[in-house]
């Protein structure tokens, strides 16, 4: 089974400022791993994934993350926030395979301040 | 592309009574839906994975009589929350796997905000 921990729970940081959103996961097998952004009573909006290749990933709205196996951390980077970031932040992890489900972690709250 | 939608958005309903929630791929067609739980201030748990034309899959401690979930169509998945009580009350999310895409990419609905009196 696969795991996924987001150590912070929320995340202050002001406006224009970088910000590194931590995620760690347990796995025995390949997997899959993604950033979800959740807006208050939204649903997930996917922000990047990592399925293979280059360890960079960019994903939208200037978000990045690094996969990083023999740490097995997936952290989410953004060089400048902004306000409209603020939001809930989720790791998820799956097997790779077409019908594998999603774990996910127990998200962060990045919360941005003038 | 890649649309999910879910209605109601937001129900409140009284206890004893059945809620349906509708879950549609607008604009690809889901071989496999799946359905999430969320409560205030956490992460997302997996009830059920629904797969068109068949039954349901059940995460451990769901119980199948109590959300009953219907996949009929490639484009169209229902929960229906049964005889429904205040511990019920969530956001219910659900979540639409494109057919023929080799990975897991899961597509998310807005969530529907169940409030049982």
């Known amino acids: 089974a696969q795991s996924v921990t987001q150590l912070d729970s929320q995340v202050p940081v002001f406006e224009e400022a970088p910000v590194e959103l931590r995620c760690n996961y347990s796995s025995s097998v390949s997997v899959y791993l993604f950033w979800y952004v959740q807006y208050p009573n939204q649903g997930l909006q996917l922000l990047l994934k990592?399925?293979?290749?280059?360890?960079l990933v960019k994903g939208i709205n200037g978000f990045e993350a690094e996969f990083n196996k023999s740490q097995t951390s997936f952290h989410l980077r953004k060089p400048s926030v902004h306000i409209s970031d603020t939001a809930e932040y989720f790791c998820a992890v799956s097997r790779t395979g077409t019908a594998s489900k999603l774990t996910f972690g127990t998200g962060t709250r990045l919360q941005v301040t003038l | 592309g890649a649309v999910v939608s879910q209605h109601p958005s937001r129900v409140i309903c009284k206890s004893g009574t059945s809620v349906k929630i509708e879950c549609r791929s607008l604009?690809?067609?889901?071989?496999?839906m799946f359905w999430y739980r969320q409560f205030p201030k956490q992460s997302l748990m997996l009830m059920a994975t629904?797969?068109?034309?068949?039954?349901?899959?059940?995460e451990q401690g769901v119980e199948k009589d109590k959300f009953l979930i219907n996949h009929a169509s490639l484009t169209l998945s229902t929960l229906t929350v049964t005889s429904a009580h205040p511990e019920d009350s969530s956001f219910y999310i659900c979540?639409?796997?494109?057919?023929?895409?080799?990975?897991?990419?899961?597509?998310f609905g807005p969530g529907t905000r169940l409030t049982v009196l």
């Open positions: 629904s797969n068109e034309g068949s039954k349901a899959t059940y």
């Open positions: 979540s639409a796997r494109e057919t023929g895409r080799r990975y897991n990419e899961q597509f």
């Open positions: 604009d690809f067609q889901a071989t496999t």
């Open positions: 990592y399925l293979s290749g280059s360890t």
